[in-house]
Every structure is written in structure tokens, then in C-alpha cells.
């Protein structure tokens, strides 16, 4: 019955991935956005810098700062290391150069997406806001059907496929380990994620984001810097690790012999793993930030993808690729790849014995973070679905089935977690993206009335009939 599910799954996810197909969306909608907001990625990123530190209007509100954080929790985690790890092991050097492209033109999209939740979020009954995709798919597409599928999607993505490979790719680490055994660690490695993963999901929200808010830069900081020091430490190598991501990068005859297989292929596939863009997940947390104009919190949005693919994934494809160890060893006679293996022979060989235990801390952080932050998407989709607020007994059998299913993740295979993720990833892009590019021109003119506040000298705030929106907006009257 398992190779039966399993074999669907990689039946889908082959057609999602044809060249045709996810990557051009993606690519093409990215592109699109890119010249439609005039380059903004580079235009106003300082301007992103000065938008994330303004406070919410309403002290029940929560920050631009602490939508990032929730959005960032789920964007920076395993992926970050294992998903980088395996694209290398995987795709070659080169599938670095075209997660960083990803993540350039997914700056554009994830702008787009998230200003137009902002746009479409509902007041909450305590005066907050919420929104998401479904949101403006129901409102400005007027299609709630597609919203439902969309809803749907993020919940099987995030409670069922990226935690699944959360809770995996954290015990995988661990092998390294003399202690490790492969039929008992697996399973108490997952209980003791599951239970932590249970108790704070049950404090709610707020707490979520308080505990995210702590972690996830604390985290971020002290991975990067040992990076820096395996870099360092390995100087010598750097030039030829650049030249060698981009010789592979730029093998053509290698890319379209095997485009399934290729740098570009693992390359889009785990930078859209690791940044989001074009998903619709960070959206969800971008509705929920108090500001007064919804460009500010797309460009927050924009960072967060930069932060999570340009910072935190090349510092680990650095730090792995400096030690010119080679990455074709840890890859398995069935074409699987062994990235943990390979990122703890990568640190050991700068740090000595503390690099796999160091790994194992900073996958741990990464693991909770990410369980956390992708959670918080799914209780929202649940009430969009139902048209209702769920139950408390709802809720707690909700919340009782993501938890089984983080244990479930650290004892699966690597095949069908790797497979469950990139196929639910794949299809929520199919939904949200051509929903974006309908709906894209709203918020380019959002963003204009806001870049045209910012000439005037203005603190922009936003009114949504001032760029001809017909709909009617909780906030923006």
C-alpha cells in the first residue's frame, strides 16, 4: 500500500516538474514582476529595512518585525540545510546559482502575493486582522471554490508534508552519532519533537510568535557566523568553489541532457523549498501585520526571501562547498542523497568533532522553528474551509493529528517525505501563482501609490479606492 501511495506521488510531482510546467511558472511569473515593479528588488531594498522596525498602530496588532518572524520561521529551517545540502548532492555546485536566481525574481512575487493579503485581510472580532490567498481568491477573483483548494493545499503542505520532512530531516542528523539506532532513535527523537511541537501549539498564536520572535534571530545569527568560520578557515578554497558553481551552472550540454535531474531543476525545487516565493504561505502571516499601507508589509515579505535564500542558504552551500568535500560520495546507489552525512563531513573536516554536534543543535532550532512556523498557517485555512470558527474540540483534534504527524515524519523514509513535499509544493504554486498574475496589477498600483507617498514626504497610508478597487476592504476605507 506504501509503494503504491509513494509511486503516485513521484508520478505527479514528474509532471509538475516538467520544464513546461511549476518551473515556468515560476520563473516566468517572477520575471513578469520583476519588470512590472521596475526592479524593486534592488530599488527599494533599503526602503524594506526602514519599513520592518515600525510598530503596529494598535497594541493588540502584531508588528511587521513579528509577521516576518512567523513567515521567516517556516521560510528559514531544515530546508535551509538539508533541502541546500541536497540540491549540491543532487543537482551539483550550480544548483546554488539558480536558487539565488529564484530567489531574486521570487522577491517580485512574494511582494505581489503578500500586498494583495493585505489588501484582502478580514477584522477579526478583536479588531486584528487575518487573510491569506484564499482571501483574495475569494474576494477579488470572487472564486471561493479556489480559495478552498488553496486552503486545503497549505494544510496538507504544511501539517502533513514540510513537517513530515522537519521531524526527518532532524533525526537524520543525528546518524552521525555513535549512539544512533536506526530502529529505535528515529522514534525517540520524534516523540520528544512531537511532544514540544504539542505543548506549544496549544498556548495559541501569540504565543507562537513570541517564541518564533526569539528564536528564529538568535538562530539565524549563530549559524551564519560558524559558516563564516568554516569559510574562513578554508580560504584558500574560495576560488575555485566559485568558479565551480558556476561552470555547473552554466553546463548546458549537462542541463538539457537530463533536465529532471539537472542544476536548474534542484535548484528551483529547493529554492522554492527554502524561500516560499510563489506558494502563498507567507501571505497567511503578512495579513496578520498592523501597518498603514499594504506595500510596506509586501516589502517586508521581499526580505524575508532574501534573508532566507541569499543569506542563510549560500551560507551553508559556502561553508559545505569551501571544504571541497565532495558531495557525489553521499549519494546513494538509488539516487537518494545522504545531505546530512554531507554537511557533518563538510564541518568536520574545518571544526573537527563539534561540527556534527554543532549541526545537530543548529537542526534542532531549525526543526522547531519550522514545525512552529508552519502550523501557523493551517488553523486559519481550517476555519476558511468550514466558514466557521472551529470547535474547541475541533481544534484539538486538529492539533492532535499535526502532532502525530511530526512523529510520523521522523520515522518515515527519506523517499516519501523528500517526494510528499515537493509534489503539495508544486501543486499550490499551480493554484496561487496564476491567481497572482490575474490579479498582479493592483498590487503594482499599490505599490506606485505607495512609492509616490514616499516622494511627497508622506508616511504613506493606504485607501483602496484611491487606486480604483471596487471591492469592499475591512481596512482600507
Excluded at 66 to 88: F, P, Q
Excluded at 188 to 197: E, Q, S
Aim: hydrophobic share 50%; aromatic share 12%; with cysteine.
Amino acid at each position: 500500500m506504501f509503494e503504491v501511495i509513494h509511486s503516485w506521488i513521484l508520478a505527479i510531482s514528474n509532471v509538475l516538474y516538467q520544464p513546461w510546467f511549476v518551473p515556468l511558472l515560476l520563473i516566468v511569473g517572477g520575471l513578469y514582476f520583476t519588470f512590472r515593479c521596475k526592479f524593486m528588488q534592488v530599488r527599494l531594498f533599503k526602503e524594506s529595512f526602514k519599513v520592518i522596525m515600525e510598530k503596529p498602530s494598535d497594541e493588540n496588532g502584531i508588528s511587521s518585525f513579528g509577521a516576518l518572524m512567523v513567515s521567516t520561521a517556516s521560510r528559514v529551517g531544515t530546508g535551509n540545510i538539508i533541502g541546500v545540502a541536497t540540491a549540491i548532492c543532487l543537482g551539483g555546485a550550480g544548483a546554488i546559482f539558480w536558487m539565488w536566481v529564484t530567489a531574486f525574481i521570487g522577491g517580485a512575487t512574494a511582494f505581489i502575493e503578500s500586498t494583495l493579503a493585505q489588501i484582502y485581510k478580514k477584522r477579526d472580532a478583536d479588531g486584528t486582522s487575518y487573510g491569506g490567498p484564499a482571501f483574495y481568491m475569494q474576494t477579488a477573483l470572487k472564486q471561493r471554490w479556489l480559495g478552498v483548494i488553496f486552503s486545503v493545499l497549505i494544510i496538507l503542505i504544511y501539517a502533513v508534508g514540510y513537517n513530515m520532512l522537519a521531524a526527518y530531516n532532524l533525526q537524520s542528523t543525528f546518524a552521525a552519532f555513535s549512539f544512533y539506532d536506526e530502529a529505535v532513535t528515529p522514534k525517540i527523537i520524534g516523540l520528544i519533537l512531537a511532544i514540544l511541537f504539542g505543548i506549544i501549539v496549544i498556548g495559541g498564536a501569540k504565543r507562537l510568535i513570541k517564541v518564533t520572535g526569539v528564536m528564529v534571530p538568535v538562530m539565524g545569527v549563530i549559524y551564519v557566523a560558524v559558516s563564516i568560520l568554516v569559510l574562513i578557515l578554508n580560504i584558500t578554497n574560495i576560488p575555485a568553489m566559485i568558479a565551480g558553481i558556476f561552470k555547473s551552472a552554466f553546463d548546458f550540454q549537462a542541463i538539457f541532457g537530463g533536465f529532471a535531474g539537472s542544476c536548474i531543476m534542484w535548484g528551483i525545487k529547493r529554492g522554492l523549498y527554502s524561500n516560499e516565493a510563489g506558494m502563498g504561505s507567507a501571505p497567511n502571516a503578512a495579513a496578520k501585520a498592523d501597518v498603514s499601507h499594504p506595500a510596506k508589509q509586501g516589502l517586508v515579505q521581499m526580505l524575508s526571501v532574501f534573508i532566507d535564500t541569499l543569506l542563510i542558504c549560500s551560507a551553508t552551500a559556502f561553508m559545505c562547498l569551501s571544504t571541497m568535500t565532495d558531495p557525489a560520495a553521499y549519494v546513494a546507489a538509488d539516487g537518494s542523497a545522504n545531505a546530512a552525512g554531507y554537511v557533518q563531513a563538510s564541518m568536520g573536516t574545518a571544526l573537527g568533532s563539534f561540527g556534527p554536534i554543532f549541526l545537530a543543535i543548529a537542526m534542532s532550532l531549525f526543526a522547531f522553528t519550522t514545525l512552529i512556523g508552519n502550523y501557523s498557517y493551517c488553523e486559519g485555512c481550517l476555519e476558511f474551509i468550514i466558514k466557521r470558527a472551529p470547535s474547541r474540540g475541533e481544534l484539538l483534534i486538529f492539533r492532535m493529528i499535526a502532532t502525530v504527524l511530526v512523529f510520523v515524519g521522523a520515522i518515515a523514509s527519506a523517499g516519501f517525505v523528500w517526494d510528499t513535499a515537493d509534489m503539495l509544493q508544486g501543486m499550490i504554486v499551480v493554484v496561487n501563482v496564476p491567481s497572482i498574475l490575474i490579479l498582479g496589477g493592483t498590487a503594482i498600483k499599490c505599490l506606485n501609490d505607495y512609492t509616490k507617498q514616499r516622494k511627497e514626504g508622506k508616511d504613506p497610508h493606504f485607501i483602496a479606492k484611491d487606486i480604483g478597487i471596487k471591492e469592499e476592504t475591512d481596512f482600507w476605507k
